[in-house]
């Protein structure tokens, strides 16, 4: 049996996500992978099952390392709920400048991981749930307007951040990043705050 080495688990998911960026998930495959990481398709295999495992493994780490940044903002005591909540659209955007290629996965490709694995949902759910709970401190604080549905505004920032990012990483230059923060700022704080 072959050993893993090095970081070529890490340089293959890295490509992976290269190449579901640049032919779509369906369109991907593992030959492209393994060029794309400069190792043999044998290589790919040793790491992962298929191309499902590795797109699978991919949402899960965005949605764990999203999910632990979120926590440490939600646990800051020195913020109050607006700038919990603004932290919180800062670490969605934040997330994503660095890899455009990671964007275009993570908008394209999430109904795909619903299809593959009904549980993985779950790391979906638990980052959103704790925004959630973000919105029931601005409630109770009174910060934020009572009447919100708080099932509502997560689909609402959730639905509208993924078409965002996927016209950011498609259009960079007709939708900058720092225009489309300020405007997700504005437009969500100023439909929930009092």
């Known amino acids: 049996m072959r050993l893993k080495e090095g970081n070529k688990e890490s340089d293959i998911l890295e490509a992976a996500i290269r190449v579901f960026a640049r032919y779509g998930f369906h ?14 398709a044998g290589s790919v295999y040793v790491y992962y099952e298929n191309k499902e495992d590795q797109l699978l493994e991919i949402f ?21 709920p607006v700038e919990k909540f603004d ?13 455009p290629s990671l964007a ?25 749930a704790l925004g959630e709970d973000i919105v029931r401190e ?13 099932k509502i505004l997560r689909s609402y920032i959730f639905g509208a951040l993924r078409h ?6 498609q259009h960079p230059k007709e939708y900058p990043l720092n225009t489309l923060r300020n ?6 704080k100023h439909g929930i705050m009092k």
């Open 27 to 40: 369109e991907a495959k593992i030959s492209m992978i393994a060029t794309e990481a400069g190792v043999s």
């Open 138 to 150: 601005g409630l109770t604080s009174s910060h934020f307007k009572q009447d919100i549905d708080i």
């Open 183 to 188: 405007n997700v700022k504005f437009l969500s």
């Open 104 to 128: 275009l996965v993570f908008v394209n490709e999430q109904p795909q991981v619903q299809r593959l694995n009904k549980k993985y949902s779950q790391y979906s759910d638990k980052f959103l």
């Open 60 to 80: 899960r780490q965005i949605w764990d390392k999203l999910y632990k940044d979120l926590n440490l903002i939600a646990e800051r005591r020195d913020l109050n």
């Open 87 to 99: 932290s919180l659209i800062d670490l969605l955007f934040d997330f994503f400048i660095e890899n």
């Open 164 to 169: 965002l990012l996927q016209q950011w990483a």
